[in-house]
């Protein structure tokens, strides 16, 4: 059974940090593909980071310099560290493991506001 389980979102004030954590289980996570979408409201899905097996990455225009996505392969985890938040920022992130097919996770709330 896959599972994919996040942790770590929450409200943060602009300006501020957050790191979100998704640990996955039932694949042999070293050879997959990790990453992170976000669905903001009245907006349509968008890949914010991706981090290939071999360790290449690719963010979205509007989190470049200001994300980081990473893996922890000993621990089958993919996080994702998030600096100098706007309140653009704000979406239900999801993380994923995609090896031909794509498992999600649930999704967590990252809310950035005053």
């Known amino acids: 059974q896959v599972q994919l389980v996040e942790s770590g979102g929450g409200l943060v004030q602009p300006g501020g940090s957050l790191r979100l954590s998704c640990a996955a289980s039932?694949?042999?996570?070293?050879?997959?593909?990790v990453g992170w979408y976000r669905q903001a409201p009245g907006k349509q899905r968008e890949l914010v980071a991706d981090?290939?097996?071999?360790?290449?990455?690719n963010y979205a225009d509007s989190v470049k310099g200001r994300f980081t996505v990473s893996r922890d392969n000993a621990k089958n985890t993919v996080y994702l560290q998030m600096n100098s938040l706007k309140p653009e920022d704000t979406a239900v992130y999801y993380c994923?493991?995609?090896?031909?097919?794509?498992?999600w996770g649930q999704g967590t709330q990252v809310t950035v506001s005053l």
């Open positions: 994923y493991a995609r090896y031909g097919n794509e498992y």
């Open positions: 039932g694949i042999m996570f070293r050879i997959y593909a």
């Open positions: 981090l290939t097996r071999a360790g290449s990455t």
